[in-house]
């Protein structure tokens, strides 16, 4: 193996944005943030919970009944 051309590995602390629950791994980065974990993903926890998307959807029924309207 070459030496000097492999990525330093480090103990990454693993943050989660919509919980904030936190662990640690091995990676080349130092700290890892992801949108989802295991802690609140639906299929994980079994537990179907609101989307970020819910507002297309008002969006489009409204646009919806707009042009339903208009007819």
């Known amino acids: ?19 904030g629950a936190t662990f640690e791994t091995g990676s080349t980065l130092k700290e890892i943030k992801v949108d989802t974990c295991s802690n609140c993903h639906p299929f994980y926890t ?3 919970r609101t989307v970020r998307a819910d507002g297309r959807i008002d969006k489009f029924n409204k646009k919806l009944a707009k042009a339903q309207n208009s007819k």
Not at 1 to 19: E, Q
């Open 1 to 19: 193996m070459k030496k000097d051309i492999h990525p330093a590995y480090h103990t990454a602390t693993v943050t989660c944005t919509s919980c």
């Open 46 to 48: 079994g537990k179907q």
